[in-house]
């Protein structure tokens, strides 16, 4: 068990349709990194918040949004859904923003789109 | 840009064989971090190893052993006498935030799915 909890662990949507994701991080980190699991593009960073602030941005779709709240827990927010936005997404969390700190996963959340 | 190529993409091996999983790197920064994941069937993805980019020093751990090599950009791991419970599919992963680790975010190779039949 990582620590990190995320929820839902599967979500079954319709396109055009708006879908919130979870993320709870391990106690003690600060910051949270949110990835896209999918066959094609693999494993890719969104975005990272550090205690409440958004840190760096990687491949996220303006369809999409994240935040991280004064209790440290983050949410995804994906919107105006496509078919191709089936995917897994992760949540990571680690202590704070240095590169040699270990990012600790959760165990996704299984996105799928009809 | 940094990127992380994980050539081998399936392997199979019977138990108690040994496997290396091979990883090569670019990253343009002097200072940086390798590390190793694990995603069983179940889909979670599990921390293995970290290794920093001034420490060559390889290391044991049980079954597990990394070979880091920078004069060839190589970060291979090799799981010793393999079982059953080893099947899962392995990301190397690159993290090179530099001094000030400004940029920690993983960038991910695309994985090798390892299958050990019994």
């Known amino acids: 068990d990582s620590g990190v909890t995320q929820t839902p662990k599967h979500l079954i949507t319709a396109t055009g349709q708006r879908v919130t994701l979870r993320c709870s991080p391990r106690s003690g980190d600060l910051s949270v990194y949110w990835y896209q699991q999918s066959l094609d593009q693999g494993l890719q960073f969104l975005i990272q918040y550090y205690n409440g602030e958004e840190r760096a941005k990687g491949n996220i779709l303006e369809r999409f949004s994240a935040q991280q709240f004064p209790d440290l827990h983050s949410e995804l927010n994906l919107s105006s859904l496509e078919l191709g936005d089936s995917a897994l997404y992760f949540c990571?969390?680690?202590?704070?923003?240095?590169?040699?700190?270990?990012?600790?996963f959760g165990d996704g959340t299984r996105l799928s789109i009809l | 840009a940094q990127k992380v190529t994980q050539a081998q993409t399936e392997i199979s091996v019977v138990e108690k064989e040994d496997v290396t999983l091979d990883c090569v790197y670019e990253t343009r920064d002097t200072t940086y971090y390798l590390f190793w994941y694990k995603q069983p069937p179940s889909g979670e993805l599990v921390f293995l190893i970290r290794?920093?980019?001034?420490?060559?020093q390889n290391e044991i751990s049980g079954r597990y052993s990394w070979n880091f090599q920078k004069s060839t950009s190589s970060f291979n791991f090799t799981i010793t006498a393999s079982q059953v419970v080893d099947s899962a599919v392995y990301f190397c992963a690159l993290s090179d935030g530099g001094s000030t680790g400004a940029n920690s975010k993983l960038t991910f190779g695309k994985g090798i799915t390892l299958s050990v039949r019994p």
């Open positions: 990571a969390s680690s202590l704070g923003t240095l590169s040699n700190q270990p990012q600790h």
């Open positions: 290794r920093n980019s001034f420490d060559e």
